[in-house]
């Protein structure tokens, strides 16, 4: 299959996807002409970046998704430029994620040992009879 029919049937797989139901009506949301889109699916023409971006958009895919399926997507620099930026985005965001149950993980363990001391500070430290308990510190009042 050319590039040109591949990136058509990305497209119509697209339109469908979002209820658009022929070429006239992405021309029209997408503001590229019909006539410019079968050129594209002839393969008489190369869609420009910002062009295709536009219909990438009305479809709500991602751009990369739709270069692929043009005729030299293998050798575009754009396409393999925005290949490694995704990849770099990836392993951005899975170490994101590590992070933020790493962080997780300690602020439930602080907020239980604050709890905890919290719970120690709030327990009295004399008996309701009004002596000491035998385990409770000695405070002095004076310097030593």
Do not use: C
């Amino acid at each position: 299959m050319a590039g040109g029919q591949r990136l058509e049937q990305q497209i119509r797989v697209g339109m469908a996807a979002v209820g658009i139901r022929g070429m006239a009506e992405l021309a029209r949301r997408s503001g590229v002409g019909r006539d410019t889109l079968y050129a594209w699916f002839r393969g008489d023409q190369e869609p420009k970046p910002d062009t295709l971006a536009r219909i990438a958009e009305v479809l709500g895919v991602p751009l990369p998704s739709l270069w692929t399926y043009t005729p030299d997507a293998q050798g575009n620099p754009l396409v393999n430029a925005l290949d490694r930026q995704t990849a770099v985005l990836e392993t951005l965001a899975q170490r994101l994620t590590e992070l933020t149950e790493a962080q997780s993980i300690e602020l439930r363990q602080m907020s239980e040992a604050i709890g905890e001391l919290l719970g120690r500070v709030a327990s009295p430290a004399i008996s309701p009879g009004g002596s000491e308990p035998d385990d409770a510190p000695v405070l002095s009042s004076r310097p030593e």
